[in-house]
């Protein structure tokens, strides 16, 4: 009887799940003109690529809250890293990005919304001039933690226009 129980509630949590799981594709428009996404102390291609990595995963997590008959495909036109890497150590082989909330992280995008016949698209700026609260540096294996912490927070509030 329990099994059945517990079967039944992991059906039903998939079914919800694939209820809401729209696809996303990004792309990444001239990157070699976004305003900071500069490595330091690694090859800028190995970089870029695990950055794009790191982004594309965290917007198909974000599109999971997206109806399952959507696509949303993001342009991004603009990237700015938190942080900066003072003109000093530019360089040098061991460059440092110092993180102050002074240099917060932004980035610009195009969108496209389609569910059914209806398309949306749109224009967004998302930048966190608060990304230092609540977040401590103790955890140096993610390297795009405020990057992440500002597109998880900004995306409600695109959700909220797209899925009325």
Known sequence: MMKKIFL???????????AWAANAKVIWQAPDKYTDIRATHEQQDRFQQRLFTHMEK????????????SQLEITVTDFDLAGDIPPMLAGRMNEVRVIKD?????ISFTYTFTQNE???SGTENFRDLN???GISRINKEDDFQYEEKML???FDKLQAR???
């Not at 039944?8 to 694939?18: D, E, M, P, Q, Y």
């Open 8 to 18: 039944s509630i992991g059906l039903l949590t998939l079914i919800n799940a694939s």
């Open 58 to 69: 965290v917007f198909a997590d974000l599109a999971q809250k997206l109806p399952a008959d």
């Open 102 to 106: 002074i240099y917060s992280p932004k």
């Open 118 to 120: 209806q398309i949306i």
């Open 131 to 133: 990304f230092m609260s």
């Open 152 to 154: 998880r927070k900004s």
């Open 162 to 164: 797209l899925v009325k």
